[in-house]
């Protein structure tokens, strides 16, 4: 039954409402400030996301052209101008990218991007500064921070500073890329004319390899350099290989093949 003036509750009702009316609107604006406040959230990170995917393609489109023009040794004075225009302008919008959206996956792609190109022109001094940037951007990825931080102590390396690339290849970094970060501390050890810890760097380098049986060439040329002979690695598809042979052997035992597949192995 509704409440009137005359009902016997009616002045305890009106007191409360007076008391705690004031911090059921507060309550209720708080939660609808709350609510739309995370849907403006949610829209305008998806656009901001939006607007970053789209410039970083563009900067892919442009860089697929600068990239596919520079393999042309022969290009003319009018297309040489175009692609030095094109370079600008390439550099031009990946430092816009980062300006506006720097702490994004985005801006570090294109920083890579922009690392890559003045590597690729022997502008060492430079790409250490873009990599620079690049580590300092948080994505939370333990294994895109590897990646960077080799690729800045590489470059480190390639201006000298080798004191500065050993800092930077010495700090933590998951399994996967311990391989490629023993290696290439080996390569600063020899810089600094330490070749027992070059030697012993390169053998970790080569171990982590083969448990995974993986080879690499360039490695094994270094290692020779030093004097040291690596034991050969089976690359996983001679193992798979070797395993289909086992398995087929036992069956061409008593035919004129089964020499054919020893000699094969």
């Given at each position: ?5 005359n009902s016997p509750n009616a002045d305890n009702s009106m007191q409360a409402l ?47 052209e600068v990239s596919l023009s520079s393999q042309n040794p022969d290009l003319e ?128 380098a080569w171990e982590l390899l083969r448990s995974r049986q993986e080879t690499r ?49």
């Amino acid at each position: 039954m509704a409440l009137t003036p005359n009902s016997p509750n009616a002045d305890n009702s009106m007191q409360a409402l007076k008391q705690y009316g004031s911090y059921i609107v507060t309550a209720t604006l708080l939660a609808l400030a709350a609510y739309f406040g995370w849907t403006y959230w949610q829209d305008n990170h998806a656009r901001v996301d939006t607007v970053a995917a789209d410039s970083y393609a563009d900067i892919q489109r442009l860089n697929e052209e600068v990239s596919l023009s520079s393999q042309n040794p022969d290009l003319e004075a009018e297309a040489q101008a175009a692609l030095e225009q094109s370079r600008t302008q390439l550099s031009s919008d990946i430092d816009t990218l980062v300006s506006t959206h720097g702490e994004s996956v985005y801006a570090w792609q294109a920083l890579m991007i922009k690392a890559r190109h003045e590597v690729d022109n022997d502008d060492f001094a430079a790409a250490t500064e873009t990599f620079k940037k690049a580590l300092a951007i948080d994505l939370g990825d333990a294994g895109l921070e590897a990646i960077t931080r080799l690729r800045y102590a590489k470059t480190l390396l390639a201006t000298g500073d080798t004191d500065a690339a050993l800092a930077e290849a010495k700090n933590d970094m998951p399994s996967s890329f311990e391989a490629s970060q023993q290696e290439l501390l080996g390569d600063i050890y020899l810089a600094q004319d330490n070749k027992e810890s070059a030697v012993k760097s390169y053998n970790n380098a080569w171990e982590l390899l083969r448990s995974r049986q993986e080879t690499r060439a360039v490695l094994a040329l270094k290692m020779e350099s030093l004097g040291t002979v690596p034991e050969p690695i089976e690359d996983q598809a001679s193992l798979i290989q070797e395993s289909n042979a086992a398995v087929q052997l036992p069956v061409a035992a008593d035919s004129a093949e089964a020499p054919t597949a020893e000699v094969t192995q």
